[in-house]
């Protein structure tokens, strides 16, 4: 499995599998971060626990298909 990690700013988003998911910062205080997460409507979105290190799509919670 492989691991991918970005450095992102406020205001900045990621784009994930071809633009049908798009992870944004909204804002960070210290070591938190406010995530906004907008995903094609066939991808279900539910907010799962926080964790240290993210792998996979599941692990954030989101589930495809």
């Known amino acids: ?3 991918t ?3 992102v700013r406020v205001g900045e988003s990621l784009l994930l599998d071809d633009g049908r998911i798009k992870v944004g910062v909204m804002e960070k205080s210290g070591q938190r971060a406010r995530l906004s997460v ?3 409507k ?3 979105i539910e907010k799962g ?3 240290p290190a993210i792998s996979t799509p599941g692990r954030l919670g ?3 298909g």
Do not use: F, G, P
């Open 38 to 40: 907008e995903a094609d």
């Open 49 to 51: 626990k926080a964790i």
């Open 1 to 3: 499995m492989a691991k």
């Open 42 to 44: 066939s991808i279900s």
């Open 5 to 7: 990690y970005w450095d």
């Open 62 to 64: 989101i589930k495809t």
